[in-house]
């Protein structure tokens, strides 16, 4: 019984604190959504029964009567970017600056380009690579073309190279000894030999050049004759604007009937041919002062004439006429243009003779001078030249011969419209001595035409065209001499070169009896190292 009552006493207390509780959250928390209808976000007043079609209610977050607003998004206001805002303010640089990037020593394509500065870690040497690589050979370049390529390369002695030849021939002469009359052709041989020698010097220089040959005619040995060209040039570099130049030269050749050395009066003509030896020497110094250049030489060369034998059987005693030739010559220049160096130029000379007076009774002794003015130039790269004008003038010991005066033109002009083709015209003025009885020298003016074409690398054509006119000064003689020329060379290879020679020449003059006519052809081989 007292343990009946103890149990309803504790009932009645729990329900009496119950309603305490209820009474206390009606007053300050809302009532559970969940209601005795199961259902969450209503009150027992909302809530109604659900119509047969659900799609007719409204659903609960557009409700305005619903206190929760479950489901439904709040608007957000935009974010308006202005100057003030943090995304558009400058980020400070760090206090430090980084260090700047830079691949690892073995990463591909880590080699740094010419002048770019190197990593900090670039002294540290890189490790070895855990593979190696295949090695790699750029192709070679490919030679350019040789502009020459049949030229003599020649054969280096030390710091010289030397060019030899030897070159044979065969032949045939419609005239040997240039005759106007009893002219009897003949078959000839011909034999040349030469060197060539440059130096391969920085500084200083020396070129020297030797030709020797000889003609032996079979049906005509009267007309056989030697020749022999030297000549050897020396510069001696003294300072960067100073030179001094050397010069040494000799000269073995045979007089011909009409030249104007064996000048005969009458019917009567030379019969072989007579030696005449030349042999000289030249030294000078040459100074730059910035363009301008100032040139003194000094020559003396002598001449030596053996005695000809005339067709009447006597003695032309041409040993009279030995003489030597001392001269001063001194040039002028200013380079205006790399293209265009006009010069003026001056030379002195005296001539005095072994005898007091020659075969014919003269004393042919003389003085001289000589002045011109002239310009290298160079208009395009295809047409160069160096061309000078000038009048000479000499006097004669003997006061019977008149003296000879006159005008000169010297030079050339070179054309090369093409790697294949070159022309040059050329001219000269020369005051010869002659031993005509009563004309003091004869002045020999020349123009020459060569045109050279190659119609292949090693096939070339030459054509050469020339015109003599000599005046003899005193006498009314005038010869007038006309040549042509046709050279064809083959190369075989760099060592052999095949060549073929025609040239005709026509000889006239005011004298009785001179003129001749001749042809001559020539079949050779050429050895050249």
Do not use: C
Request: glycine residues 8%; charged residues 20%.
């Amino acid at each position: 019984m007292k343990s009946l009552t103890l149990m309803l006493g504790f009932t009645m207390a729990g329900a009496a604190i119950s309603d305490g509780f209820a009474q206390t959250a009606d007053l300050s928390i809302p009532q559970d959504p969940r209601s005795a209808d199961g259902l969450r976000g209503t009150t027992a007043a909302q809530a109604q029964p659900l119509p047969d079609d659900a799609g007719e209610a409204a659903p609960a977050a557009d409700n305005p009567d619903n206190p929760i607003n479950y489901a439904r998004p709040r608007p957000k206001k935009p974010k308006l970017f202005t100057p003030k805002s943090p995304l558009l303010q400058p980020v400070p640089p760090p206090a430090t600056p980084l260090p700047p990037l830079a691949p690892y020593a073995t990463a591909p394509g880590s080699k740094l380009r010419k002048g770019a500065p190197p990593p900090p870690d670039a002294a540290a040497p890189p490790p070895p690579p855990a593979v190696a690589a295949v090695p790699f050979n750029k192709p070679p370049l490919k030679p350019k073309p040789d502009d020459q390529p049949f030229a003599p390369l020649g054969i280096d002695a030390g710091s010289l190279r030397l060019l030899p030849f030897v070159e044979l021939g065969m032949g045939y002469d419609t005239n040997p000894n240039r005759q106007s009359s009893e002219v009897k052709g003949s078959l000839y041989g011909r034999v040349d030999a030469g060197l060539d020698v440059n130096s391969q010097w920085e500084n200083h220089s020396f070129t020297a050049t030797l030709r020797g040959g000889y003609s032996d005619y079979f049906d005509y040995h009267a007309a056989d004759r030697p020749d022999l060209q030297t000549k050897a040039d020396g510069r001696i570099d003294v300072t960067r604007d100073t030179q001094i130049d050397l010069e040494g030269r000799f000269t073995l050749d045979t007089l011909q009937p009409g030249s104007q050395q064996l000048a005969v009066a009458g019917s009567s003509y030379i019969v072989g041919r007579p030696l005449i030896e030349t042999f000289g020497a030249t030294a000078g110094v040459t100074q730059r002062f910035d363009r301008l250049s100032v040139r003194l030489r000094g020559s003396f060369d002598r001449f030596d004439y053996q005695d000809a034998n005339l067709s009447n059987g006597s003695i032309q005693r041409l040993s009279l006429n030995n003489y030597n030739d001392a001269a001063v010559n001194s040039r002028v220049s200013y380079e205006l243009t790399p293209g265009l160096i006009p010069y003026a130029d001056l030379t002195v000379d005296q001539r005095l003779y072994d005898s007091p007076v020659d075969s014919s009774g003269y004393d042919r002794s003389s003085s001289g001078i000589a002045g011109k003015l002239g310009s290298t130039f160079e208009l395009t790269r295809i047409v160069t030249g160096d061309l000078a004008g000038g009048y000479v003038e000499r006097h004669y010991t003997d006061g019977r011969l008149s003296n000879a005066q006159g005008p000169t033109l010297d030079g050339s002009i070179n054309w090369v419209p093409s790697e294949l083709t070159k022309l040059t015209l050329s001219t000269g003025t020369d005051f010869v001595e002659t031993t005509l009885p009563g004309a003091s020298a004869a002045i020999s003016r020349r123009v020459s035409l060569q045109a050279a074409h190659s119609f292949f690398r090693n096939f070339t054509l030459t054509g050469i065209g020339t015109y003599q006119v000599n005046n003899y000064q005193g006498q009314p003689v005038t010869e007038h001499l006309y040549t042509g020329s046709l050279v064809a060379e083959y190369s075989l290879t760099r060592e052999i070169v095949l060549r073929g020679t025609y040239r005709h020449e026509r000889f006239e003059t005011t004298q009785v009896s001179s003129n001749y006519d001749a042809d001559v052809f020539l079949l050779g081989v050429r050895l050249q190292r």
